[in-house]
């Protein structure tokens, strides 16, 4: 047999649970549109046990269908043995990377890119200034129509203009609770690259909202991308090389909030695949130790009633609903908290979405190399959007904001998204 | 393949419903005896009956077998042919008509149970049968298998919510059968045969389902006891009452272990055994029936019961007994079953034995089915699977079947099962029947389109 599954091997007979019953047929959200068996489960678990066995090979082909999943994690909340199709999609990945390599595009940016936060910053700069000439998409020009030449990102996109102040240089290295409010804790903040060069207003509203919790946030500004693309893809050696940069930088911090699902999930996640030697699961570890998402510190920490909040004026009297971030709630189990904060806010009024657990269809990468497959999914929340009567829809997750403002925009419906930490006054 | 497919095909299948790549394939591999799988040349997802029947016109030119596929929730059964190509009605799926006045509901066969379900409750209506795979099954691979569940005691198997169908024959005929209505006796009664032919006599393309009105709501009843003998005679009164539930079923002593090791959230007893019984309608009506089945139940010993006073609260119980009847059958067991049905008032007879039939072999037994019908599908527990374990395994299931045909019963294999031929199992078709089930195939499946090899 192969010695060459090295990381599917690790998950020993967890590959063979598959009972091939089809619940996740039911749940996974591809499958729904697609109706093909590779593009499920029960028939990516096949394929994987057909490569173990010797019968077809990681190649090219193969590689197609494994990217063919959202990693939303719904069939395996649901799978009745229990069968954790995440992880035996990400080791067939790591082994076919291992074994293949990465393509080229990936291999420069995933090795020679991301990891590189200054170069990375400057590459974005250089895109900033080329989106400033693309068609606006909404009246605040915030949100702008990818051109054709740009198809290959998502043709008829609509995008968030990168900031031209990035997060990182709007931030001093310590940012204090506003005089008079006595000082109860510290924390280091992680922005991710969302709210770092995307959405900087919601990584200073999360700061600003724990300083007036009387939390004081440290920022460290050598800190960089989480990975979770180099990650999720396969490229375990440069993912394992940016995550313990990442430990490193966070080395004196007791606790890391972040505002961002996925970063939040990744963080959580290196240890799960990510440590090769002993030492190196022991950093991982103690970093995964360390992270909340800034909702569960809030409510599980702080233990801040949810009458703590208000809303910021312009969304007064409106109606709201809460988008759960898969990253968010099948990853990490955050499902009650922003609820309860959302729920007692005064001056809204809360309501809940048809299905407000379905993935939004971003998938990171996945709506790059499937973008029309992406935009049906997100179609879906956008009719529960539709179906909720919501003004508003709040989440925690800049993934989820670019793809619910598309698929709005797409549909033409009023409501916007907005991440909580710009909702709370 | 998918060049050849599509110069073959007039009107032609469009080129996202052909897979013939090698991953593609291999994903709807489909297991024969032994655990060995079978890739088919290719995958097709017709959307209507004039594709099918081109489809089947290739299969007869070139001689490739046709396997018909739904949500695949239960396995291929018998030998595989020599080269296949498997059908997957998965994208035909239309809700064509629901018929409130009429209470029929006019479906495409790769339509699944939810989806179903939930356009039929918008019209206050609903289809009662209500098999494991209550979520994902579609309806054409229910009325091939003739699917039955908890709720078949009151509400009969799926053939009894069929009223008629459309059909392509593996001859590639087009043709209705049946009915749209409750009764049609001109020419013979075709729509019953076809249900439970698993697909070797035609491809089902529509249904004309018979349908109820949805209940108001339901209470269900969870009752433990401290024996499976216990149980199942609660089960016989229960089936024997003048207003049967609307839905029962037994959760039997190794499933109950299981549950409570394997699921997290499991509201059920570790240990002993539990009847789950559900009675729908109207409040008044409904408390009553509730009543009399607990004063039943309390009669028959169990030891507490517990009420769920609606639907929603109870529905997690279904729900996770299906998943753990789902997760039994797990690839790193060595499972075995079968289709065991006997006259209902055997049935505690028969579950005597194979609590003896497990003791001698020490293997696990475990009751599957059972809701009040008389209808088995108890699965032998091999774990780990060894050498001994297997011919261990094989002796129980001959005394398993040896039992079930003295007690006046059938045996029926389905799951492919350590390379026994199924026909080992079945008491031999009465003398004349034999001739006539190879007729039948001949005169729907002149060329053996249909799963060549599968039966008769």
């Known amino acids: ?425 | 393949m998918t060049t050849q497919f599509s110069d073959t095909f007039n009107p032609p299948l469009a080129a996202e419903d052909v897979l013939a790549g090698e991953a593609d394939c291999r994903s709807y591999s489909y297991e024969i005896a032994n655990g060995r799988t079978h890739r088919p040349e290719a995958v097709v997802f017709p959307r209507n009956a004039a594709q099918v029947a081109n489809v089947l016109l290739y299969s007869r030119q070139t001689g490739i077998g046709i396997i018909p596929r739904g949500a695949g929730t239960r396995p291929f059964l018998g030998t595989a042919p020599p080269r296949g190509v498997v059908m997957s009605l998965a994208k035909m799926d239309r809700i064509v008509r629901i018929d409130k006045g009429n209470r029929i509901a006019v479906v495409e066969p790769g339509v699944t149970l939810a989806r179903l379900r939930q356009s039929l409750a918008a019209e206050a209506l609903f289809l009662p049968p209500y098999p494991y795979a209550f979520e994902t099954a579609t309806v054409g691979g229910c009325a091939a298998n003739c699917t039955g569940g908890p709720a078949s005691l009151k509400h009969g198997v799926f053939k009894q919510n069929v009223l008629g169908m459309q059909l392509v024959t593996g001859g590639g005929a087009i043709m209705e059968i049946g009915a749209y209505t409750m009764k049609n006796v001109v020419g013979y009664e075709l729509s019953t045969l076809l249900c439970g032919s698993e697909g070797t006599l035609g491809i089902i393309t529509r249904i004309n389902l018979r349908l109820a009105s949805l209940p108001a709501d339901s209470q269900t009843l969870m009752a433990a006891f401290d024996t499976l003998i216990q149980a199942g005679e609660a089960v016989q009164t229960l089936a024997e009452l003048e207003n049967p539930p609307d839905r029962l079923a037994i959760i039997d002593p190794w499933m109950l272990t299981w549950l409570a090791r394997h699921q997290p959230a499991d509201p059920f007893p570790p240990q002993g055994a539990v009847v789950l019984c559900q009675t729908a309608g109207i409040e008044s009506i409904m408390a009553r029936n509730a009543d009399y089945m607990r004063d039943q139940l309390e009669s028959r010993g169990a030891r507490s019961i517990k009420t769920f006073s609606n639907t929603d609260s109870a529905e997690t119980l279904w729900q996770i007994r299906a998943a753990g009847l789902e997760a039994l059958n797990r690839g790193d067991h060595a499972v075995t079953t079968a289709d065991m049905s006997i006259p209902r008032d055997k049935a505690v007879a028969l579950m005597t034995r194979f609590e003896e039939i497990s003791r001698r072999y020490d293997l696990p037994i475990t009751n599957t089915g059972h809701s009040g019908s008389g209808v088995f599908q108890p699965v032998i527990v091999s774990d780990p699977p060894k050498r001994s374990r297997t011919n261990a395994t094989r002796q129980a299931l001959a005394d398993m079947s040896d039992t079930v045909l003295s007690l006046g019963g059938y045996v029926s294999m389905t799951y492919p099962c350590l390379g026994i031929e199924r026909a080992k199992f079945n008491r031999p078709a009465p003398a004349g029947l034999d001739k006539v089930f190879k007729s039948l195939k001949a005169v729907f499946d002149p060329y053996g389109t249909l799963k060549p090899g599968h039966s008769f």
Request: charged content about 25%; aromatic content about 8%.
């Open chain 1, 1 to 425: 047999m192969n010695t060459q599954f090295k990381d599917l091997k690790k998950l020993g007979d967890k590959v063979n649970a598959c009972t091939r019953c089809g619940f996740c047929t039911y749940y996974c959200p591809i499958y729904h549109e697609t109706r093909e068996e590779g593009n499920v489960s029960r028939g990516k678990i096949t394929l994987v046990q057909e490569v173990l066995k010797g019968n077809l090979d990681l190649n090219g082909d193969l590689l197609e269908k494994l990217e063919s999943c959202l990693l939303c994690k719904t069939c395996v909340v649901n799978c009745p043995s229990g069968v954790e199709l995440d992880k035996i999609i990400v080791s067939a990945r790591a082994d076919y990377v291992g074994h293949k390599g990465l393509p080229l595009l990936e291999r420069i940016v995933f090795r020679y890119i991301l990891p590189r936060r200054q170069l990375f910053g400057w590459l974005l700069r250089l895109v900033a200034r080329i989106e400033r000439v693309l068609p606006r998409s909404d009246r605040s020009g915030m949100i702008r129509h990818l051109p054709e030449f740009a198809r290959g990102l998502g043709r008829g996109r609509n995008v968030p203009r990168i900031s031209n102040r990035f997060l990182r240089d709007r931030l001093p290295s310590v940012i204090h609770p506003p005089r008079g409010v006595p000082v109860r804790g510290r924390v280091c903040f992680f922005a991710g690259c969302g709210m770092d060069y995307v959405y900087p207003q919601d990584g200073l509203d999360s700061v600003h909202l724990l300083n007036r919790l009387g939390i004081e946030v440290v920022f460290p500004h050598d800190q960089g991308c989480c990975g979770v693309a180099v990650m999720l893809n396969g490229d375990f050696v440069t993912a394992r090389k940016m995550a313990l940069e990442t430990a490193r930088v966070f080395e004196s911090c007791d606790t890391v909030l972040t505002g961002c699902a996925t970063c939040g999930a990744t963080l959580k996640g290196y240890r799960t695949y990510l440590g090769d030697t002993a030492a190196t699961q022991y950093r991982l570890d103690r970093l995964g130790d360390k992270i909340k998402d800034i909702n569960e510190y809030i409510i599980d920490v702080l233990g801040m009633p949810g009458q703590t909040f208000q809303v910021r004026p312009e969304f007064k009297g409106m109606r709201i609903t809460w988008h759960d971030p898969c990253h968010l709630g099948r990853y990490q189990g955050i499902w009650e908290q922003p609820r309860r904060i959302l729920k007692a806010l005064p001056n809204v009024e809360f309501v809940e979405m048809p299905d407000a657990d379905r993935c939004c269809g971003m998938g990171g990468s996945f709506s790059i190399t499937h973008y029309e497959l992406s935009q049906q999914i997100a179609q879906k929340k956008a009719d529960g959007i539709r179906a909720s009567g919501a003004d508003l829809v709040v989440t925690a997750c800049p993934g989820c904001l670019v793809q619910l403002n598309d698929i709005m925009l797409k549909n033409g419906l009023p409501q916007q998204a907005i991440h909580i930490a710009h909702l709370l006054a």
